[in-house]
């Protein structure tokens, strides 16, 4: 692979820390949310970062096919990615739910640039295949 753009971020205290981008145009405060144990603070948490990440890069994803399809994603397309974590047999997991919202488009274009953005380019979904439950919510 010939990388385009490498991301450079550090993260110090673990869950309950800070997580900071090395060009500063991100700087969060982490949180261990109760469900897992932790205060529920105010800060972020590694599945919330991981969820926004992979939303807004669905969306280009499907972008991207779209164009080769000579199709259009809606303006107000959304995706919600609900990312949960839990134990497995060793260590912990992820569970992904995509809610692809494509308002107006026609349904069987919608459900084929999702699919394809799914299976062929999205690089979240690329690196979470065979590792990871990912089911896709389209709605038109």
Known sequence: MKTLYTAFATA???RDGKARTDDGRLEVDLSVPEEMGGDGGKGTNPEQMFAAGY??????AMKFVADKENLEVPEEASVRAEVGIGPQDKGFGLDIDLHIKLPGMDKVDA???ANRA????C???????N???V???IDT
């Open 123 to 129: 690089p979240y979904s690329n690196a979470t295949r």
């Open 118 to 121: 799914h299976e062929e380019v």
């Open 135 to 137: 089911r896709l919510h």
């Open 111 to 113: 459900e084929k640039v």
């Open 131 to 133: 590792n990871v439950d």
């Open 12 to 14: 110090s205290g673990g």
């Open 55 to 60: 939303a807004a890069c669905f969306i280009g």
